[in-house]
């Protein structure tokens, strides 16, 4: 008899999703979907809206990295107010940004590892759900709790000191940026009394590196062993191909390291990235044109951006990226929970970077926003925590916004995602009738590897918002798990 | 020569010049009465009631009343900081402002009385009027729905003849703030700054720059609305 298991919700961005599960008579999984129920709108209601509201206004679709937003569309507006890309703000002006960039890198990767992996990690994938979350680690491992609630912290308020506020500030205007950085704030994160200093948290980040490897020796045949695929990684490097979250071009490998795209104007992005549409989810499917839809599909993110990069260039991250690499003997990494490595690395990377930012005196400059010839389009694109973020917009001839499109980093895993509940779908609930907690917590897992806004909710406070049920046939349910 | 008077806000005894706008004299005197459509030597409007108190018992709106000999003034009792509270949240209700990605926040004198009375959620059904906007002129984004119909910048912003930029169309529930389209093209950066300096909220937007003062440094971050009158009397 065959059965189709639905959770719901799992949620997206800061929204709901769904996974559905079909089995077969033989009670083997025919098909799982991941699907994104919830409708956003924005690339609508911000037509129509002033061109230099984007960077505030969009930002408000996300709470967890409004920052990524705000910056991705600032840069598609640099190019419509003549400012250029990438380079073409004054040096206080893109410096700044990048110190807002980075302390959101560093706070967000901080909170994923620390808030919502690390439960897995430290209490058991197969532990308690009552234990099985931050609340537990705070318990039982209250050091560790305490660097990730500071390192948080740490890279909020740098967020705020470059953006105005935490969360949805105003920093970047089209152009450049609203304030610098004055020598009283920078001195509290260079000589903040301890721990609350940059020394400091590029220690942490190291520590808390040192310990996924530490668990990842101890655990190699399940790191390893889960959601293994092979895929295309797309990101953005500098143009010498160094790891850079702010700017850079296109490039693309596939999983053998071939490069399928490389040294792309990100301006141009349309001639070489479609989306399709499915009829299941509001969520699109991005993929690379010249491939095609079935085999075109790529990762983005931390694992994507370290098998797309030469080198990262800061010296403690390119130590631990040369170790990462060895690892799979310099070809691209496919292992879907090296992910949490690849974003271990990346910290200490953002560590490296805002201390390097932070000594640099273009911060105390004034020169803050450029501007030259104004032209209708541009397009914006950062690497997010989560991975690449496109923003473009087109504005008419008073000024208003007539077009926007958005591709979310979310959107780009999306068949990853997809393909990753497939993989712990078949290895774990083939041939099984009811649901266990491990079976569930390994979807939940899966997608976590992608995307924290979905841990966000379903670890918060040891609740998974899941609401599993199991129907056979004819729709009668025949087991439900509700958190 | 102006004839001095006095008169009495809450109890507190203040002096003024007979005929004198009630809500000036009260600011002379460092006595706070909130405005939104009244600025200080222009011919009042009287149009947004923010500035009702009560004189002599009665209610009148203290921006179009004239100070007398011996008025005794209520302002800052429980029944006016509920009535004003109510006005706020009305004007609210009735427009669609959605303070956080409106680049007057921080300098939006409708918020700033809207975090003076604590207004958390209107009592009001939202109206959730259509209501469109012009960008059509090259120095004005003009977002009607912010509109609360002050009537400031048609008082204030005119060309070199006296002719105004601004004015209202139509009547009641389709009232309106339009521009002079061939006037607004003959409006200056300056020109265009002052409307929107004027503007108590976020409807007229000065085009191709926004958001250029830090969070921190904008006009309410660092002291609310009205403050500025009551320290320099203190």
């Known amino acids: ?483 | 020569m102006s004839e001095t008077i006095k008169f009495t806000i809450d109890g507190k005894e203040c002096q003024g010049t007979k005929g004198q706008l009630l809500v000036d004299a009260a600011a002379d005197n460092g006595v706070y009465i909130p405005i939104l459509c009244h600025m200080r030597d222009l011919i009042p409007a009287g149009s947004c009631r923010m500035c009702t108190v009560k004189v002599n018992g009665r209610n009148m709106a203290a921006c179009t009343t004239p100070a007398e000999e011996g008025m005794a003034i209520e302002n800052n009792t429980p029944e006016f900081l509920d009535i004003r509270k109510a006005i706020v949240e009305m004007l609210f209700v009735e427009g669609n402002h959605f303070c956080p990605a409106c680049e007057k926040s921080g300098n939006c004198d409708l918020q700033a009385l809207g975090y003076k009375y604590q207004m958390m959620v209107p009592r009001f059904p939202y109206a959730f009027e259509r209501r469109e906007i012009d960008a059509t002129t090259p120095k004005i984004f003009l977002e009607r729905n912010r509109c609360i119909f002050c009537k400031r910048c048609v008082r204030v912003i005119k060309d070199e003849e006296g002719r105004s930029i601004f004015a209202f169309k139509g009547r009641g529930t389709t009232l309106e703030i339009n521009i002079d389209r061939k006037l607004a093209a003959t409006m200056t950066d300056e020109m265009a700054q002052k409307a929107m300096d004027i503007c108590p909220v976020g409807c007229i937007l000065k085009k191709e720059i926004g958001f250029v003062t830090p969070i921190g440094q904008r006009k309410y971050d660092t002291m609310p609305i009205g403050s500025d009158i009551e320290n320099n009397h203190q």
Not at chain 1, 42 to 50: A, L
Not at chain 1, 236 to 254: E, I, M, P, S
Not at chain 1, 400 to 411: D, Q
Not at chain 1, 450 to 456: E, Q, R, T
């Open chain 1, 1 to 483: 008899m065959s059965q189709k298991v639905t959770i719901e919700p799992v949620t997206r961005v800061e929204g709901h999703g769904k996974v559905t599960i079909h089995l077969d008579d033989n009670m083997n999984v025919a098909q799982t979907r991941l699907h994104i129920v919830e409708f956003r709108g924005f690339e609508r209601f911000v037509q129509g809206r002033p061109y230099w509201e984007a960077p505030v206004l969009v930002q408000r679709l996300c709470g967890i990295c409004p920052v990524s937003h705000h910056l991705a569309a600032a840069k598609a507006l640099d190019v419509i107010v003549g400012a250029g890309t990438g380079h073409g703000l004054t040096a206080t002006g893109e410096k700044m940004r990048r110190l807002m960039h980075y302390g959101q890198m560093f706070q967000s990767h901080a909170l994923h590892f620390f808030h919502l992996a690390s439960p897995d990690f430290l209490l058991g994938y197969d532990a308690d759900p009552a234990i099985r979350n931050v609340i537990g680690v705070a318990i039982n491992f209250p050091e560790l709790a305490t660097q990730g609630v500071l390192m948080r912290k740490f890279g909020q308020e740098i967020i705020e000191h470059t953006a105005g506020k935490k969360i949805h500030g105003t920093g970047a205007i089209p152009g450049g940026i609203n304030k610098n950085l004055t020598i009283e704030e920078r001195d509290i994160f260079l000589k903040g009394a301890d721990p609350m200093n940059i020394d400091k948290m590029i220690d942490w980040a190291d520590g808390a590196l040192q310990f996924f490897k530490g668990y990842y020796m101890k655990n190699r045949d399940f790191v390893d062993g889960f959601a293994y695929f092979p895929s295309n990684h797309l990101s953005l490097v500098r143009k010498d191909g160094a790891l850079d979250l702010y700017h850079g071009v296109l490039r693309a490998v596939d999983a053998n390291g071939n490069k399928i795209l490389d040294d792309v104007d990100y301006q141009d992005y349309y001639n070489y990235i479609e989306e399709e549409v499915k009829n299941w989810s509001y969520m699109k499917f991005p993929y690379l044109t010249h491939i095609g839809k079935e085999k075109g599909w790529y990762r983005v993110g931390p694992l994507a951006r370290l098998n797309t990069a030469d080198f990262i260039p800061s010296p403690k991250a390119q130590k631990e990226f040369e170790i990462y690499k060895a690892h799979t003997n310099g070809k691209p990494n496919n292992y879907c929970l090296h992910t949490h490595w690849a974003r271990l690395i990346e910290l200490l990377h953002a560590g490296e970077v805002l201390k390097e930012l932070l000594l640099d005196p273009d911060l105390q400059k004034d020169d803050l926003v450029v501007k030259g010839k104004k032209g209708k389009e541009g397009v914006g694109l950062v690497e997010a925590p989560r991975g690449t973020l496109f923003h473009h917009y087109r504005i008419d001839d008073n000024d208003a916004i007539e077009m926007a499109n958005l591709i979310v980093s979310t959107t780009n895993n999306n068949e990853p995602m997809n393909q990753s509940v497939n993989f712990v779908a078949k290895n774990m609930m083939n041939g099984q009738a009811v649901i266990t907690e491990p079976m569930k917590n390994a979807v939940e897992i899966a997608i976590r590897a992608y995307d924290p806004c979905l841990s966000c909710a379903t670890h918060a406070l040891g609740k998974m918002p899941l609401d599993i049920k199991l129907y056979d046939a004819n729709g009668v349910e025949m087991d439900h798990y509700k958190s």
